[in-house]
């Protein structure tokens, strides 16, 4: 049974159909009868464990193989029929080469399984902004998450109606999840994906990273709009005015925290509140008013577990309380539960680690031993968010006021600064970077680029892929979004962080709202806008964040920038010129400029 009279639906499935060669085709039309259904053979077969259902109503669990717990990007690649427009940034293989190899892989990969056939939406159905994608996987995990992180089911043929050819094509097979035959394979040109041998969820739930991000990249560039790696918030204001801005951060620089941040006391005794639209990736386009608006192309959150607690975050911790699949952390045998490090400090005497052991939790992790990986996950729906946005689901988005770009930089970066106009914040983003911490690498302190945060999931040229947002700012000319930069890691000569962070972020951004509001002033320096030192509130952090501390916060240090310009140099010509990215002359100038000032 098919939900849709789409004759280029039916004929592709029948082409997967025909390589994989299944023993059963079912038609996932999102009904909470199949799914229950699907829930109960997991959990009979094994696949799936479900946990206490007093304690956590509608939760599951489940362990991926050990040799298939992150994104793999070096089995990751763009495959485009020339080689230049996959750009330094990406692996590349010529598509007709890689559609051999993989197709050898799939036939009759599925032969004694189920193929599922999962239409989803990503973003609203109905939405404008949102674009439709076919998954086929031979996986109920897949399924079960799909369901939580895209509105899927037979509504999500809405938008693409009986004759259109724009959905993306998505194949799946965990196979025997293999790591030497693991690809995760973008075809830009054909809207297509193929993920193999692997059953951990960004490498299949092909909703996400491969088409929101990937795809849906190349998709915005060739239609006028931009897919981003970023969250969106909205900040309500003592007046009931709603401001929304958009951020990008490379991995460990607290993305969630502030997609889910929680005002001061002082800030909410006055009536500040700060709604969640999105914690990951945003998909903005012009408006009919001329504005950028933004929806979050997904429906779920999913989140890295460990470190997540009460204290941390605890808005991401309750939308885990319910209808939520938890991915490699640890059972509390006793309670049915789960247990990740840094919940709290109890780690379950009676425990399962991740990979399936039993231990006694107190005992493995005194010896060093960590209970969840550190890459665990929970796949939550979005409508557990305590601080969810009511136009979460607002098919027109939401009207985009300021973008922040932000790293974690130990001493160059001040806390926060404005660039002078879009050129100039484009520069900004194209030199995202972060040190690494220990924990890392190894070495602490290297630099590592991550343009707008966006590294491995630009689908093509990271040099036409900066032309496109420098085309959009032309085509969003004064109604563009102010663009910033944040640097919440700034340290202390003893390595201490010297800004409190978490909630203590309103602070910052209050002054970017006022800023894109004109009502309050900066000072002018070689780098940008910097605020003036009395326009950040310290109220009731006056002890920790001192004027001399705040000194500290907002310094430009002008040898540290002209080693920074030196090393963005060298990374443009190096790294993007010399493989093959086409860093656009606009780029280059704002860094003869930004030089031109420091030297002044």
Request: overall charge negative; hydrophobic content about 35%; glycine content about 8%.
């Amino acid at each position: 049974m098919s939900l849709t009279n789409n004759q280029n639906v039916l004929n592709w499935v029948d082409e997967m159909v025909a390589l994989c060669k299944p023993d059963n085709v079912v038609w996932i039309d999102g009904s909470e009868e199949q799914l229950d259904a699907l829930r109960k053979e997991a959990v009979e077969t094994g696949e799936m464990i479900e946990l206490n259902q007093e304690k956590l109503p509608g939760c599951l669990y489940h362990r991926t193989n050990p040799n298939d717990v992150a994104r793999v990007e070096d089995r990751t690649f763009i495959c485009t029929r020339n080689k230049e427009d996959a750009g330094p940034t990406n692996n590349w293989c010529d598509p007709q080469e890689m559609y051999a190899k993989l197709s050898k892989l799939y036939d009759g990969v599925m032969k004694g399984r189920t193929m599922y056939v999962i239409p989803y939406s990503m973003g609203p159905i109905g939405s404008p902004l949102a674009k439709v994608g076919v998954e086929v996987t031979d996986s109920i995990y897949v399924v079960l998450n799909m369901n939580i992180m895209t509105r899927m089911g037979a509504d999500a043929f809405k938008n693409l109606g009986d004759v259109s050819n724009d959905f993306v094509r998505g194949l799946h097979s965990k196979a025997d999840v293999n790591p030497e035959e693991r690809y995760i394979v973008q075809f830009p040109e054909d809207n297509t994906i193929w993920s193999i041998n692997s059953a951990y969820g960004g490498n299949v739930l092909l909703g996400k990273k491969c088409f929101a991000l990937r795809i849906a990249s190349f998709q915005g560039k060739n239609e006028g709009w931009m897919a981003e790696h970023m969250l969106i918030l909205g900040v309500k204001k003592p007046d009931g005015e709603i401001k929304y801005i958009t951020a990008a951060f490379p991995s460990a620089c607290g993305k969630t925290n502030l997609a889910m941040l929680i005002p001061p006391e002082g800030y909410k005794k006055n009536g500040y509140e700060v709604f969640t639209v999105g914690d990951d990736i945003a998909w903005m386009k012009p408006g009919e008013d001329g504005r950028l608006y933004a929806i979050n192309p997904e429906n779920g959150f999913f989140g890295v577990a460990p470190g997540t607690n009460e204290k941390s975050n605890p808005n991401a911790l309750h939308c885990t309380m319910k209808n939520t699949i938890f991915t490699n952390v640890a059972l509390n045998n006793a309670e049915g539960t789960v247990w990740w490090e840094k919940l709290d400090k109890n780690p379950p005497v009676d425990a399962t680690e991740w990979k399936g052991a039993k231990v006694n939790g107190v005992e493995y992790t005194e010896a060093g031993n960590t209970l969840a990986h550190p890459n665990s996950r929970f796949t939550a729906p979005a409508e557990n968010c305590p601080c969810l946005s009511s136009e979460f689901n607002n098919p027109a988005g939401v009207p985009i006021s300021a973008i922040i770009f932000g790293g974690r930089r130990a001493s160059t970066t001040p806390l926060v600064y404005q660039s002078f106009d879009w050129t100039h914040g484009t520069y900004i983003g194209s030199a995202v970077s972060s040190e690494t911490t220990a924990a890392a690498t190894g070495a602490v302190g290297v630099l590592r680029h991550d343009p707008m945060a966006m590294k491995p999931f630009i689908g093509y040229n990271v040099g036409d892929y900066w032309a496109h947002w420098l085309e959009m700012g032309e085509k969003l000319g004064d109604k563009a979004p102010k663009i910033f930069n944040v640097n919440w890691f700034k340290q202390d000569e003893n390595g201490n962080f010297i800004w409190p962070g978490f909630g203590d972020n309103m602070r910052v951004l209050d002054w970017i709202i006022k800023r894109c509001e004109g009502t309050v002033d900066a000072e002018e320096t070689a780098i940008g806008y910097l605020p003036k030192k009395e326009d950040i509130n310290v109220e009731g952090i006056e002890d920790e964040v001192t004027p001399e501390v705040m000194d500290k916060l907002l310094a430009v240090d002008k040898e540290l920038w002209t080693k920074e310009i030196a090393e963005m140099r060298r990374y443009y010509n190096d790294d993007i010129a010399a493989k093959g990215g086409k860093v656009p002359a606009a780029l280059y100038e704002e860094l003869d400029k930004i030089e031109a000032r420091l030297n002044k």
